[in-house]
């Protein structure tokens, strides 16, 4: 560090170290220094909460209180989210099913009857709508 002659005065000229600035001012060691503090969370900050209750002794108590029953709630809407998304999927699997063995029965029905081309219309047809299924996702 390097010390600066101002006007009678030392002045220390010098880099921060561990967040705090020194300073040499009429023969006076000055430390100045700056504190941060960051929270993230759900709930309020502790000391928040402390604050909360001296203004009421029971409004902490509320405040958890609140967020474990919206916590509760979320949890619960999010299962049912995933409940319905599963049986829409499967209601469509079914869909899908039927949809093929009636394709591939009215297949079945014209090769018997001895409609070959409209059998093979409705083979590729059905084929190409099962492959558009499978390769869909």
């Known amino acids: ?6 006007s009678g005065q030392n002045v220390l000229q010098g880099k921060r170290t561990d967040e705090k600035n020194l300073k040499i001012a009429n023969d006076r060691i000055v430390i100045e220094g700056t504190k941060t503090e960051t929270y993230s969370g759900p709930l309020p900050h502790p000391s928040i909460l402390q604050g909360y209750k001296q203004i009421e002794p029971d409004f902490p108590m509320k ?4 967020w474990e029953r919206n916590s509760a709630h979320i949890r619960e809407q999010e299962q ?3 409940d319905l998304q599963i049986k829409k999927e499967l209601r469509g699997q079914w869909m899908a099913f039927i949809v093929s063995v009636l394709s591939l029965s ?3 029905v014209s090769v018997l009857t001895g409609n070959i ?3 093979g219309v409705s083979a590729l047809a059905a084929f190409a709508l099962i492959a558009k299924a499978f390769l869909q996702k």
């Open 1 to 6: 560090m390097k010390q600066l002659k101002k």
């Open 63 to 66: 405040v958890v209180n609140e």
């Open 80 to 82: 049912k989210e995933l």
């Open 106 to 108: 009215i297949v079945l």
């Open 117 to 119: 081309a409209f059998a």
